[in-house]
């Protein structure tokens, strides 16, 4: 895995996604799970990101349901290990 990016707030997506390439992995954690339920959210994202969604921040916010299909629900014991599997992890 190249960068994770763990973002935690939908106003900081403009400057993560100038940093965001094919190989790297974006985490919505805290605010920034509302991005799943904007319709416009996946489509801005430059192609070959893996997309996952931090399970408890999603529950906290009543959005689990919204989850689109192709951003993984993770736990926060798999958000460990894709930190540790990481090259780099940049927090925004």
């Known amino acids: 895995m190249a960068t994770l ?3 935690n707030a939908e106003t900081k997506l403009a400057n993560c996604l100038k940093l ?3 190989g790297d992995s974006l985490v919505l954690i805290e605010s920034g799970v509302a991005l799943v339920a904007k319709v416009n959210f996946l489509p801005q994202l430059p192609t070959g990101i893996n997309v996952l969604v931090l ?3 999603l529950q906290a916010r009543g959005l689990l349901a919204t989850c689109p299909s192709s951003i993984r ?3 926060d ?3 460990v290990e894709v930190s540790l ?3 780099r992890v940049c927090s925004w």
Do not use: N, R
Request: charged share 30%.
């Open 5 to 7: 990016h763990q973002l």
């Open 20 to 22: 965001l390439a094919a």
């Open 55 to 57: 399970k408890s921040d």
């Open 73 to 75: 629900v993770i736990s």
């Open 77 to 79: 014991a798999e958000w």
């Open 85 to 87: 599997e990481a090259d």
